[in-house]
């Protein structure tokens, strides 16, 4: 095979890099080199601080331009619908090619990591891109094999990006120009029409959403640390909730911000780096994270940064989904191995702009099983067009765009381990208080820590508990350090009848929302629900 390494590294396949059948081979010993050096307009790196980039007109994940190809190896198991929508093998041939096409013409840049920190269930991702930021930040959020991995590395994954190329509607059956489309069983990912780089670690979370419970392991959209005492936390949560920010809590060790494995042996993480939203990111409430903006090797994207090289973390201007990729390392107390025991504590976040849910509850088993499958937050005003008041966002498991098999199979995972582990569920809201969005204020973050203490530590294994008459979850009475107030939503609102009427409506939205998973889920968890 044809391959030269230029001037600057890169990584050139040649016209006889992609074979006859559109498979790429690349020798493994590649896989470790890219380039500081950007090409013109591909980033700005500030003077010895992090390189920031732009990603044009996509700024977050475009779910709708997502697909799985209907394949009979993977489409008896996969939950089509609007989360999973359907390309045939054809088309995504057709895709393929096109991407390949191009990519064969180009300067190559071939990661090879590692998708997984347990051995025993990790997947070999391979990504190739003319892109070197891109291929930077594959480095920055994957796991780094060893050197002797490397002489060895076989992938078991390989994502195709080139961001420019763009599909044609009709003749390629999307949506738009953008595609994200994944082969489950052949594991491969070819992406175009998006500079955004959330589609690469989230298009290989979503490999892994299918081929980990096939393994027996349950995949997490969630965050995790770990005490002196090898107690360990999970939390769940979607985007805003706080799972990056209440994980990287310095009294405990990360072990990872956003993608996990529960399997027989613990939780492991599935990435070696964190990809946290910055907007407006405080250096006094999130000091650890606050540093990896200002250091060498962090990604940032479209963050505002002036002529000067300052950057302005405050600034929206171009998007409120801000993001920096860095290396786990660069938080001070991450975990090394990535990987501990089985959790003791499950944490559900959630931001509730409703202003209804306490700032802590405590769920039975058929209650965890029911929030879970619910997966609630709120969207707030003015964040869409047209959104005039906060608007109900369920999304099963706490990430359903990353789910392919039906929820119910990750739920009952979840619940068989909380049964066989004992660990405690909790549901925490990081939302508002005093009322909902535009009245009341945000929940203080200082409570919500001095609450995640006390359950973490066993502090409110001996507390007293009130039974919510409407959710039926458990709501302790008292917390030390905490206003005891805020415990009791009703009574922080200036208006008690209007705080009914909006609970009443939120809880019939839950009802509403889990009608399509009582088939699968069953009449218990069903009932556990709130008691409309």
Known sequence: MAMTIGAEGRIDLGEHGI???????VHPSTSVLYTHTLRRNEGRLAEGGPLVVDTGRHTGRSPKDKFLVREPGSEDRVWWGTVNQELNEEQFEGLRDKVTSFLEHQDL??????????????LGVRLITYSPWHALFAKTLFIEPTDEELEDFEPGALILHAPVVEAE???DGTRSATFVVLHLSRSEIVIGGTFYAGEIKKSIFTLMNDRLPLEGVLPMHCSANVGEEDDVAIFFGLSGT????????????LIGDDEHGWSDNGVFNFEGGCYAKVIRLSPEAEPEIYKTTQSFGTVLENVIIDERGVLDLDDDSKTENTRAAYKLEQIANALPTKRAGHPSSVVFLTADAFGILPPIARLSREQAKFYFLSGFTAKLAGTEIGVTEPQPTFSACFGAPFLTQPPA???HMLGERLDRHGATVWLVNTGWTGGPFGEGERMPIAATRALLYAALSGGLAGAEFRTDELFGF????????????????RSTWHDAEAYDRKA??????????????VADAGADVAAAGPRV
């Open 19 to 25: 074979d006859a059948d559109g498979r790429v081979h």
């Open 169 to 171: 509607t009709e003749e």
């Open 504 to 517: 009443r409506e939120l809880a019939q939205m839950f009802r509403d929302n889990f009608e399509q998973f």
């Open 109 to 122: 840049y071939v990661i090879d990591s590692f998708a997984g920190a347990d051995p025993a269930h990790r």
């Open 242 to 253: 706080g799972k990056t920010t209440l994980s990287a809590d310095p009294s405990r060790h």
């Open 474 to 489: 458990e709501v302790p009475t008292a917390v030390p350090g905490v206003d005891s107030s805020l415990l009791d939503p």
């Open 409 to 411: 199979v990750y739920a």
